[in-house]
């Protein structure tokens, strides 16, 4: 099984749109960390994170703990955007 992202990829985040279940999210939070994840939930003041490698164990937040949230809406490789 190939990585869903590779290093080097440049991720797209439609910020228009609202993240659901199981979609692929940026993540980056008030104190500066940025996470991508899966969201799996958002519960009154929680939201849940998955990893999306499988490497890490799910992660609940407190919402005012988050500055933004955007759902990924694709990738595109380095090469793609590289001088040539």
Same mark, same amino acid.
């Given at each position: 099984?190939?990585? /869903?992202?590779?290093?080097?990829?440049?991720?797209? !985040?439609?910020?228009?749109?609202? @993240?659901?279940?199981? *979609?692929?999210?940026? $993540?980056?939070?008030?104190?500066?960390?940025?996470?991508?994840?899966?969201?799996?939930?958002? /519960?009154?003041?929680?939201?849940?994170?998955?990893? !999306?490698?499988?490497?890490?164990? @799910?992660?609940?937040? *407190?919402?005012?703990? $988050?500055?933004?949230?955007?759902?990924?809406?694709?990738?595109?490789?380095?090469?793609?955007?590289?001088?040539?």
């Amino acid at each position: 099984m190939s990585p /869903r992202y590779r290093q080097g990829q440049y991720i797209i !985040v439609e910020p228009s749109i609202e @993240p659901q279940p199981g *979609d692929d999210v940026v $993540v980056i939070c008030k104190n500066g960390r940025k996470l991508l994840k899966v969201m799996a939930w958002i /519960r009154g003041d929680s939201v849940s994170l998955l990893s !999306v490698n499988d490497g890490h164990a @799910p992660l609940t937040l *407190d919402l005012s703990e $988050v500055e933004r949230m955007h759902t990924v809406a694709g990738t595109v490789p380095a090469r793609a955007l590289q001088k040539g």
